[in-house]
């Protein structure tokens, strides 16, 4: 471990007792240099563990990350922190059970403390089509080697006692349980990502806005950034919400739209929510942080927007589906809410591909409102299509040419070509 030195208990206890004198700043302050082998713009969850992964598993050192802003500042840290492998489509499917398990020995790897907490997710089915489609995708995961328990309404009971279960609108019939799924601490997953690719020797550059992409005779030649030009003989951009800005600055139109996700944290209280819950029926899942807050969201506000912050009706929205769900919620106080912009593609699944006609453009977006879970493995299978120029096995199908040709296309929620309105 270099700049910040390795972290254990008994560093604790030495710096305790000399001062805590010995600790110094997770990442090097850094210049940019004028030139790099790779350049990624974006240091979100997904632009810091690329870097990392470059380092780690490819041994790509001369690698800068330019953030316009702070590291962490996006939606790796305005997100409510769930993380899962329960998804039903093949191609996702081994992609985030890939991610799972990344997740699973991250703490170890990271030499960091993310607050991964398997604590268990229960999705909430209402009716016996919904049992169905829930059974279905649980033998998914169980084939694809993940966990999954489906509950019928005693069983749900044993876990959640404090459900309103008698409600006669949206009666709860069960939920899927993936005892795996759980949480993370979000902006550790940055700190730690950063720390570890810092570590390794890659710049990573604060308040560094890129503002144009140069490329000459089809082959990308570096940025433009606030802080000066820079070249490199390959740029990837990880800019979630900014995909399709950032994209336009090479001349491409991404099939991305870009929406508002809104998240609500309440007063800290003493443990009531001990696992992730959904709603089956409205626009609610709930958990609570280790600080005590109850973290709750619900679905986009359902317009094109760059503003991080939504709108009043679907706080409306997302509180009335939890008083429907819970009606005890109704005594706790919302401390604060936020939002985050969402990179929607038509059909709810992610980009990881070359940008086709440039040499050394690569894309990696589309995370809609569920990257935080797949931040290990994007990472991970973007740094390998960087790295080689050959796409990652569980990454395959997250080809960019799909909306252009039909074939390919993933629909994991079954609602159509249109995700972003279903
Ligand atoms: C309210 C909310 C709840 C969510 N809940 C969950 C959840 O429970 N589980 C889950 O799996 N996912 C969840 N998500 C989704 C998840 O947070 C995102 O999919 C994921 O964080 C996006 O990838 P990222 O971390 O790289 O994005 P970001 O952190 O947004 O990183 C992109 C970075 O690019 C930078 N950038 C943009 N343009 C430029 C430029 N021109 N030059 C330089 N830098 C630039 C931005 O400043 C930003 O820091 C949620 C999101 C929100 C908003």
């Known amino acids: ?196 690719a810092s570590d390794r020797g890659v710049d990573l550059v604060q308040n560094c806005e890129v503002t144009g992409i140069d490329i000459e005779d089809g082959v990308v030649k570096g940025v433009q950034t606030s802080r000066g030009p820079i070249r490199a003989k390959k740029v990837g951009i990880i800019v979630a919400g900014r995909s399709g800005q950032v994209a336009a600055m090479a001349g491409r139109r991404l099939p991305i739209e870009s929406h508002v996700l809104q998240a609500f944290v309440t007063e800290g209280l003493k443990p009531v929510i001990d696992h992730v819950v959904s709603f089956g029926m409205g626009h609610f899942y709930i958990s609570q942080s280790d600080k005590g807050g109850l973290v709750f969201g619900g679905d986009l506000d359902f317009y094109a927007s760059y503003a991080q912050r939504g709108n009043l009706p679907m706080k409306e929205h997302v509180m009335e589906a939890g008083m429907t769900l819970m009606p005890m919620i109704g005594k706790a106080k919302v401390l604060r809410s936020w939002g985050g912009i969402m990179d929607m593609t038509p059909d709810g699944s992610p980009i990881i591909d070359r940008i086709d006609g440039i040499d050394g453009l690569y894309i990696d977006c589309g995370w809609n409102y569920g990257g935080f879970k797949a931040v290990p493995a994007s990472g991970w299978c973007m740094a390998h299509l960087m790295a080689t120029d050959r796409p990652h096995e569980v990454a395959e199908k997250f080809r960019l040419d799909r909306f252009r040709t039909g074939v390919g296309i993933m629909d994991e929620e079954g609602t159509g070509a249109q995700h972003n309105l279903h």
């Open 1 to 196: 471990m270099g700049y910040s030195g390795k972290f254990s208990g008994w560093r604790v206890l030495k710096e305790g007792l000399t001062g805590n004198k010995g600790w110094q700043g997770h990442w090097r302050e850094v210049q940019p240099k004028p030139e790099y082998d790779l350049v990624i713009i974006g240091g979100g969850g997904h632009g810091l563990s690329t870097a990392y992964y470059l380092a780690k598993n490819h041994g790509l050192t001369n690698v800068a990350v330019l953030e316009k802003g702070y590291l962490g500042g996006g939606n790796v840290g305005r997100n409510t922190t769930i993380v899962r492998a329960n998804y039903f489509l093949q191609g996702n499917s081994e992609f985030y059970s890939h991610s799972l398990k990344l997740w699973e020995g991250l703490e170890e790897d990271l030499n960091y403390n993310v607050m991964h907490s398997q604590r268990g997710l229960i999705n909430l089915f209402h009716s016996d089509g919904q049992r169905d489609a829930f059974a279905r995708r649980g033998n998914m995961m169980i084939n694809q080697g993940d966990d999954a328990v489906l509950l019928d309404r005693e069983g749900v009971r044993k876990h959640l006692p404090y459900l309103d279960f008698e409600q006669t609108r949206f009666p709860i019939y069960g939920g899927l349980m993936h005892p795996r799924g759980g949480t993370a601490r979000h902006d550790a997953v940055a700190w730690g990502y950063a720390r570890g």
